[in-house]
């Protein structure tokens, strides 16, 4: 077996161009501290909607990684909105 050590970003290693592959992480990075942040709060969805200004089929796509249907904006104001 061998075993290849990867970059700081699994996107880039998994193929992505550079840019792409930042975006993502960004968007990830984001999802996870948002994701944390209900977690961590005990927040049940509709709660962590109404905190977030979002419905909560976002806060469940945002808990299930849909990373996709975030963009980097979005889920910057979504964190700006519990950190306040």
């Known amino acids: ?43 049940t969805t509709e709660q962590a909607a109404e905190k977030l200004g979002e419905t909560q089929l976002q806060v469940n796509n945002l808990m299930d990684g849909e990373i996709d249907l975030f963009s980097v904006d979005k889920l910057i104001n979504m964190l700006l909105k519990v950190e306040m």
């Open 1 to 43: 077996m061998t075993v290849t050590q990867g970059s700081d970003n699994v996107f880039e290693d998994l193929g992505f161009g550079a840019l792409e592959a930042a975006d993502l992480k960004a968007r990830a990075d984001l999802m996870i501290k948002l994701r944390q942040y209900i977690l961590k709060q005990g927040l």
